[in-house]
């Protein structure tokens, strides 16, 4: 896990290591925190008392953790009480208010490969995970959720009808239904995988993963967008893709 802060004309500085209190050999993240930046949630390969668990299957699965800052440090990883050593629980994200965590899972009783599922905080602990339902799972798979203040889930997808590999499409919850998801389309889809899209709270900015945009460096390269008039959502509504709700 690593990051990179902006320097004093906006430009993103070297990267270095986040925290060297939950660095691991293993795949640590993606990463999400809260409001509060206090608290964090992040995906990792599974191990138990500092040795790399396997499973049944002989794989070494990803599980859900959580850490909060104390005294300017990073606590010992805390696993999610829902997690299972049989399957896979990655990509959280964090609703603005803290109390419901969404994330993607390959767990038995869902539409595809990978399934988008939400857990509600309860007290101190979280709640058996939830499956988002056939409005935004398929027999595809959906992964790297992210849901923004207003209630956008964006993600990503290799459901039939996109350009390729993983795309990215957003959904919006109206009421106690998702909408049918809509592709972000041109410039963000590509005939390769498109992933990991945050956006600001303005909606102005934002980042994502790419395999097939131009100019890459490599294999899968983090990309920035800027809306310059108005937001994502204007973008959107001017290239007719909007919701139906």
């Given amino acids: 896990m690593m990051r990179s802060r902006r320097g004093t004309n906006g430009e993103l500085l ?20 809260d409001r509060t930046v206090e608290t964090m949630f992040y995906s990792s390969n599974a191990v138990v008392d500092g040795k790399d668990q396997f499973a049944k299957d002989k794989y070494q699965h990803t599980r859900l953790y959580m850490s909060k800052k ?28 803290g109390d419901k965590l969404f994330f993607a899972s390959n767990r ?9 599922y939400v857990s509600y905080k309860v007290g ?52 106690d239904k998702w909408t049918k998801p809509v592709s972000l389309g041109d410039p963000f889809n590509t005939p390769s995988d498109d ?22 460096a490599g294999m899968d390269d983090i990309y920035s967008f800027h809306v310059e008039n108005g937001n994502i959502d204007d973008y959107l509504l001017q290239n007719s893709r909007v919701p139906d709700i």
């Fill in 70 to 97: 104390v005294n300017g440090a990073w606590s010992k990883p805390e696993l999610l009480p829902f997690n299972n050593n049989e399957l896979d629980d990655f990509h959280p994200s964090v609703s603005i208010d």
């Fill in 108 to 116: 038995p009783g869902g539409f595809g490969s990978y399934d988008i």
């Fill in 14 to 33: 070297t990267p270095e290591m986040f925290s060297k209190e939950i660095t691991s050999m293993n795949h640590d993240g993606p990463v999400c925190f």
């Fill in 195 to 216: 992933f990991g899209l945050i956006v600001d709270l303005n909606k102005i900015n934002g980042y994502f993963n790419s395999n097939g945009q131009t100019g890459g």
């Fill in 124 to 175: 101190g602990s979280w709640s058996e995970p939830v499956n988002l339902g056939s409005e935004v799972n398929t027999s595809g798979r959906e992964a790297f959720p992210f849901l923004h203040a207003d209630n956008t889930l964006y993600f990503a997808s290799d459901r039939p009808g996109g350009k390729g590999g993983f795309d990215l499409y957003f959904s919006v919850l109206n009421g």
